[in-house]
């Protein structure tokens, strides 16, 4: 017996190419952040660990790599900020600024 999901197209996302739409997929799987039961562990072609989340549309299972940027614009997502840009355009999520966020935690 097969699951229903073997015929899906995988596809692994590094934050590069994270589009509005996987990042809204992520937010609403993931409303409140991942945590470690969320993270798959796998070695890649070149035999390197990679750490990812996963979320899934009617065809693709998307592996999105884990990394403090991902778990920052989830956590600051706003519907809003993406209204303008089509829902697979990569260049529409922009890098946060880590050390921003690293200040704020140490003045708090």
Not at 19 to 28: D, G, N, Q, S, Y
Not at 61 to 79: H, I, R
Request: glycine share 2%; proline share 4%.
């Amino acid at each position: 017996m097969t699951k229903r999901n073997d015929n899906l197209k995988r596809v692994i996302v590094d934050f590069k190419k994270l589009t509005p739409e996987i990042l809204a997929l992520l937010v609403e799987k993931y409303p409140h952040g991942y945590d470690d039961d969320n993270v798959i562990s796998f070695k890649n072609a070149n035999n390197e660990w990679v750490e990812c989340v996963e979320v899934t549309t009617a065809d693709t299972k998307y592996l999105v790599k884990v990394s403090t940027k991902l778990a920052l614009t989830m956590e600051n997502y706003d519907e809003d900020d993406y209204e303008d840009f089509e829902g697979n355009d990569p260049e529409a999520i922009q890098e946060p600024d880590i050390m921003d966020e690293v200040d704020e935690d140490d003045n708090e």
